[in-house]
């Protein structure tokens, strides 16, 4: 499945800068690898921590295995090879998205040169064994990136709305962390039922931006108005990242 961007909030979106640059973002991961990998060992974790009589309460769901016994070193190799993936599965995609770009800009203006700046890359939903306060400890980033001091991170809006690139300024408190997006403000079914597949895409239409959906019905649950404002979101962990450039939508293709 290397190569597809999958369902949910994953997204190719172009966009462009305040100087008019045009950038290509790719939100997606590991096409269900990590998902089926987190299944399996959480539920050996459970079976585990149940048998060993662990102190965390099971209610809290938040079992877990030990990193230096064969389960856990099984499960963090899986985990990276998850990460490994989702990597690979950017990349290919905006190697595709590039190609695009260049056949069409060869065929409808009047140069052929496109210069490329490096690619950020950020992964979240991960654990990391990190140094923090002179120790060395497991960082588990959900819903989060990892942004050190200097950094390169990215934090997407919701379609059709803002996204951030930024640096990191290497926050010890947040573990050299930051939001890795807008964040939902209600549910995906309380946005199906409250935004219908017309209304979302003449939003998107009124604001000029082109949508790319197969599978339209389902559109209602990532219009902008599901997600938190991503300039408020910004502003409040501003202790954490320099926003360096600020990116609107021009295009949108959602799985």
């Not at 305040?18 to 269900?32: C, D, K, Y």
């Not at 662990?54 to 990460?83: C, H, Q, T």
Request: net charge negative; hydrophobic share 40%; aromatic share 10%.
């Amino acid at each position: 499945q290397a190569g597809t961007l999958g369902g949910g909030n994953h997204f190719i979106e172009l966009q462009t800068d305040e100087e008019g640059f045009l950038g290509v973002m790719v939100h997606t991961g590991s096409r269900n690898v990590g998902d089926a990998v987190c299944r399996y060992f959480d539920a050996k974790a459970k079976q585990l921590n149940l048998q060993q009589h662990s102190p965390v309460p099971p209610e809290w769901n938040l079992a877990y295995l030990p990193a230096d016994r064969d389960i856990g070193k099984s499960y963090i190799r899986w985990m990276e090879f998850a990460m490994a993936f989702a990597k690979e599965n950017r990349a290919k995609i905006t190697g595709i998205v590039i190609e695009i770009i260049r056949r069409l800009v060869a065929e409808y203006a009047d140069f052929t040169e496109i210069e490329l700046s490096e690619p950020i890359d950020c992964h979240h939903n991960y654990a990391a064994y990190e140094e923090h306060a002179g120790k060395r400890v497991w960082v588990h980033r959900k819903g989060a990136i990892r942004v050190r001091e200097g950094e390169w991170g990215i934090i997407p809006g919701a379609m059709g709305a803002s996204s951030y690139l930024v640096k990191g300024k290497g926050s010890p408190e947040s573990f050299h962390s930051c939001s890795h997006g807008a964040g939902r403000q209600m549910s995906r079914k309380e946005a199906m039922e409250k935004f219908g597949v017309e209304d979302t895409i003449l939003d998107l239409e009124s604001k000029g931006i082109f949508l790319g959906k197969t599978r339209k019905r389902d559109i209602g649950e990532e219009a902008r108005f599901a997600y938190k404002d991503i300039d408020f979101v910004i502003a409040n962990e501003l202790d954490l990242i320099e926003p360096i450039r600020k990116l609107e939508t021009l295009g949108v293709v959602k799985g």
